[in-house]
């Protein structure tokens, strides 16, 4: 049994045109790219919502863009505390 769930969606052409950006930037599929999109528009709405820290490590597979993380705070977070937020998930995250 796959862990995959096959969703077919109607997308407006400004989607369209985002999600194929998007894809060519990183070299992904569509489907990766799709795929990313959701993980970091959930990600948002707990932010928004005053969830804790999310964060997400991204490693495009082409045009010589390095690793990097997405970190997201609440809303009106100070720098102080995003960045002790920061090394708590960190901490959270080795242990």
């Known amino acids: 049994m796959s862990d995959l769930t096959k969703l077919t ?3 407006v052409p400004n989607a369209v ?3 194929n950006h998007a894809a060519e930037l990183t ?3 569509r ?3 799709v795929n990313r999109a959701l993980q970091v528009y959930a990600a948002l709405i707990d932010a928004s919502t005053g969830e804790d820290i999310t964060a997400m490590t991204w490693e495009p597979s082409t045009k010589g863009v390095g690793p990097g993380t997405v970190v997201i705070v609440p809303p009106g ?3 102080t505390d995003a960045i002790g937020r920061v090394r708590r998930w960190l901490r959270r995250r080795s242990s």
């Open 17 to 19: 045109k985002a999600l």
């Open 9 to 11: 969606v109607n997308l």
């Open 31 to 33: 489907t990766d790219t």
């Open 27 to 29: 070299g992904d599929t």
């Open 77 to 79: 977070t100070t720098t």
